[in-house]
């Protein structure tokens, strides 16, 4: 069974960044995934946020990250990272990696019923 595990969040002021870090249980290869990254902030509903494709030829940002966010994958580590900066008290939320087994390789979508596996998320919290 593939489990993914994040890190990399935690409480941050406003205009401060953080690094979100997605790896798959070790007998598996991220080069076999797309990778999204949602949210839920409180009280609402779980957003896609950003994706990435299985050659990295795709990200995809939703408009409120657009510009402040940047998926990136290291295959050499097994690792996906979401790089956030100048983060909003509106970007606190609870972080979710997620991946999609073997999909078209330069495809990649926020939509959340497009992932098999889930990770177990990673509270960011943006406040002075």
């Known amino acids: 069974q593939l489990q993914l595990v994040e890190s990399g969040g935690g409480l941050v002021q406003p205009g401060g960044s953080l690094r979100l870090s997605c790896t798959p249980s070790?007998?598996?290869?991220?080069?076999?995934?797309?990778v999204g990254w949602f949210r839920q902030a409180p009280g609402k509903e779980r957003e896609g946020i950003s994706c990435?494709?299985?050659?990295?030829?795709?990200?995809k940002y939703e408009i409120s990250v657009n510009g402040r966010f940047t998926i990136s994958r290291e295959n050499a580590e097994n690792t996906v990272y979401l790089q956030m900066n100048s983060l909003q008290p509106e970007d606190t939320g609870i972080y979710y990696c997620?991946?999609?087994?073997?999909?078209?390789?330069?495809?990649?979508?926020?939509?959340?019923?497009?992932?098999?596996?889930w990770g177990q998320g990673t509270q960011v919290t943006v406040s002075s």
């Open positions: 997620a991946m999609n087994w073997r999909p078209p390789a330069d495809i990649c979508t926020v939509t959340d019923g497009t992932y098999e596996f």
């Open positions: 990435i494709s299985v050659d990295g030829s795709t990200t």
């Open positions: 070790s007998r598996f290869n991220l080069v076999d995934f797309a």
